[in-house]
């Protein structure tokens, strides 16, 4: 079958490889009709999240047809039209028993203290195998496969694999309440589902921040109020525009791979800075690859987290969703702490919001098809990849269609 495949950073090509087989009594093979390209890939390839495996499948995001289940799978048939989460868990520890999916004491082979497994990670993930291929191996499918209703697409799950939970964990944890006043770093396409989110949970005004323009207008057509960091300092206006009072709650939807703004009155402080990004990044991703423009790690890993901070109010809350290696060590804790800022983080507890975001589609509250910008064959994976990196306007959520998929 063919498949994206991580070779080295700065290398990953589209392979013929082994198609999937049971291993365990819990697994199924899904036949994958749709799967998508994530930021999450791009730190991977970028060298700013380490620990990549040479010949692992990339992706974890998938939506498919069930081939062959274990004997252990009780409430899934063959036939069956599934979503799969990204993060995998075994469903009956008791983290997973609290909703906490993220931090299964069982599905990760490193052992309990070694945290997230999800498909097409790194070495500390598991590894797995990814879903950015033709097939895919599912392990506890009795807990790691959700069953889809006709009325919504594979365009549609495709988003509810990751992202659109990701961006609804984000608000979430972020406490928002009717009327608050959010602010989202970073418009991408978790950003984009974090202002839908925190709209969905009645905010009373959203603030959008971010420099490229189809992503900020993209936000403004949801109603957030829109900031371009290469215009104007973020936390200044986040500022002026509340009064002085600054916002209630803040989502960081960028993570590690921040990009300092290069013009602008934010400009002159980000440049004070470049030595100490600098020195965090080399902690942070001590290998490179740069290609033709391509796999160029952010150049301001705290950029976000120190904007975040000082935009929020007083006793704020700052969800923090967006991905950081354990490499990454720099917070302004001292600003926060004095504050009395909340700040809650993690990894997304998928398995526990899909089931209510396919009813929220299904029901039509939202259709999550607002951020789907591109529909790529498989067979076009790696160039889709090179303009998604790129952050090319336009390119905010980029989907794949695997060739088996086509052929059905």
């Not at 819990?26 to 010949?55: E, N, Q, W, Y």
């Not at 008791?94 to 299964?104: H, I, K, L, M």
């Not at 939970?165 to 406490?175: K, L, N």
Request: overall charge neutral; glycine content about 10%.
């Amino acid at each position: 079958m063919k498949a994206v495949v991580f070779h080295d950073i700065g290398d990953i090509r589209l392979d013929d490889v082994k198609e999937p087989k049971i291993q365990d009594s819990t697994d199924a093979v899904v036949r994958l009709t749709a799967s998508a390209i994530c930021g999450t890939d791009l730190h991977m390839i970028r060298g700013t999240f380490s620990g990549m495996k040479p010949g692992t499948i990339l992706g974890h995001e998938g939506v498919g047809i069930v081939e062959e289940i274990g004997k252990g799978v009780r409430n899934i048939n063959v036939g069956d039209r599934v979503v799969i989460p990204s993060t995998i868990a075994c469903g009956y520890c008791s983290y997973c028993r609290a909703s906490y999916y993220a931090q299964c004491d069982n599905a990760n082979p490193n052992g309990k203290q070694a945290g997230t497994a999800f498909f097409g990670g790194p070495q500390m993930t598991g590894p797995f195998q990814g879903l950015q291929a033709e097939y895919a191996r599912v392990p506890f499918a009795n807990v790691g496969l959700v069953k889809l209703p006709r009325e919504v697409s594979d365009d549609q799950a495709i988003l509810l694999s990751d992202i659109f939970p990701t961006a609804y964990f984000g608000a979430d944890i972020a406490e928002i309440e009717p009327g608050d006043t959010v602010v989202v770093f970073g418009c991408g396409p978790v950003g984009q589902f974090a202002i839908a989110s925190a709209l969905l949970m009645d905010a009373g005004r959203v603030f959008a921040v971010d420099h490229i323009a189809s992503r900020l207008a993209m936000a403004r057509e949801q109603g957030a109020e829109v900031i371009n960091f290469e215009e104007e300092h973020p936390v200044t206006v986040i500022q002026e525009l509340t009064g002085g009072v600054g916002a209630d709650r803040a989502i960081d939807a960028v993570g590690v791979d921040a990009q300092r703004p290069e013009s602008g009155p934010a400009a002159k402080e980000a440049k004070a800075k470049e030595k100490e990004y600098k020195r965090e990044l080399s902690k942070i991703a001590p290998e490179t690859n740069p290609k033709n423009g391509n796999w160029v790690p952010g150049n301001a890993p705290s950029q976000v987290l120190e904007w975040a901070v000082k935009s929020l109010a007083k006793a704020g809350t700052l969800s923090i969703i967006g991905v950081y290696p354990e490499a990454a060590k720099v917070f302004p804790i001292g600003m926060a702490m004095n504050r009395n800022l909340k700040i809650n983080m993690g990894n997304c507890n998928h398995r526990k919001y899909i089931p209510r975001l396919v009813n929220m589609v299904r029901n039509r509250t939202v259709d999550p098809l607002l951020v789907l910008t591109q529909t790529e064959p498989m067979t076009d994976a790696i160039e889709a990849y090179k303009a998604f990196d790129k952050r090319q306007s336009g390119w905010i959520k980029v989907e794949l269609k695997p060739q088996a998929a086509a052929k059905a």
